[in-house]
């Protein structure tokens, strides 16, 4: 007599504008998070070329967790408390009520090379991957220059069907705050002008010569940019003069560890590294 694999339905957060859940329907609940991963891909009908690209995270305000394919999420995440205590810097009453969520995101080992190479022939992982890149620019993950963020919303509004006169004289500031990150508006904040005047430019600039797809060009902004491709990690520093530590995000990827100071987002000096995989990466600490 055998004995048939309990079945449930495993929902699956996606890193799109609209935060869009999914599922790959009843899966055994000892699905590994690879198996899991490419089922939600050939539901989103992203080839199996760009199935590497992505990768099954485990996510809360506390901790976030990339999976290896061969780790079972719905394990793991009864496993949370454990892992807050050993990789999160939280109090135990803040352990108890964080509940994680299944994510699908970028793999932060997928070389960059190869993402460049998949974009061009499969326009549903370069749609999932330039969501992703969207979210850690708004939320200021991914701290940018003025001018680069003025340019990439330009682009969000493009890639949205908006034109330039969608937005009469003066509108443009009533959705910066959807289309530009917190620390640019805080800078700006004093010149409301100036960012409408630099976002409309731009907007003009693509509807006279944009090459390529909208989408292929924001990342392509990305790229240039250290902290893309970054796990993260929240954390906490002393300084000197400060009563009380300063909260940080801790950017790493497989080769730079980049640090940045949450409350004002300006970022650290990177440290490069050789091969940090053996060092302090959680995703080598799940055996």
């Known amino acids: 007599m055998t004995t048939e694999k309990i079945k449930s339905v495993i929902w699956v957060i996606l890193m799109d504008k609209k935060k869009q859940k999914i599922t790959a329907g009843r899966v055994p609940e ?3 998070a690879g198996e899991l991963r490419d089922a939600v891909c050939r539901k989103l009908r992203i080839t199996p070329d760009g199935n590497e690209a992505f990768a099954i995270w485990i996510c809360s305000p506390l901790l976030q967790i990339q999976l290896k394919p061969t780790h079972y999420p719905t394990a793991l995440c009864d496993m949370w ?35 460049r190479c998949l974009i061009m022939s499969d326009p549903q992982a370069r ?7 969207m979210f850690n620019v708004l939320t200021g993950r991914y701290p940018i220059e003025d001018e680069l963020a003025f340019k990439l919303a330009a682009l969000q509004l493009k890639m949205e ?23 640019v508006m805080r800078r700006n904040k ?11 430019e731009y907007m003009k600039s693509l509807n006279l010569s944009t090459p390529g797809t909208l989408d292929h060009l924001y990342l392509s902004h990305c790229w240039t940019q250290t902290c893309y491709r970054c796990g993260f990690f929240n954390g906490q520093t002393e ?24 409350i004002t987002n300006v970022r ?15 995703y080598f600490k799940l055996k």
Not at 85 to 91: I, R
Not at 127 to 133: C, I, N, S
Request: proline residues 7%; hydrophobic residues 35%.
């Open 81 to 115: 408390y454990d892992l807050l205590s050993q990789f999160a810097a939280t109090t135990e009453s803040q352990a108890k009520t964080d509940l994680p969520v299944i994510m699908m995101m970028r793999n932060v080992f997928y070389p960059l090379e190869q993402e």
């Open 190 to 200: 004093k010149q409301p002008l100036h960012i409408e005047k630099r976002v409309r």
């Open 239 to 262: 300084m000197v003069g400060k009563k009380k530590d300063i909260p940080v995000r801790v950017g790493i990827t497989p080769h730079n560890i980049i640090i940045w100071n949450k």
């Open 30 to 32: 000892t699905v590994t």
């Open 127 to 133: 749609y999932y991957l330039t969501a992703e890149a």
């Open 161 to 183: 069907g908006k034109r330039e006169t969608s937005y009469p004289s003066g509108t443009i500031q009533s959705v910066a705050h959807e289309i530009l990150p917190w620390d």
């Open 268 to 282: 650290s000096v990177p440290a490069f590294c050789n091969n940090i995989t053996n060092t302090i990466i959680t």
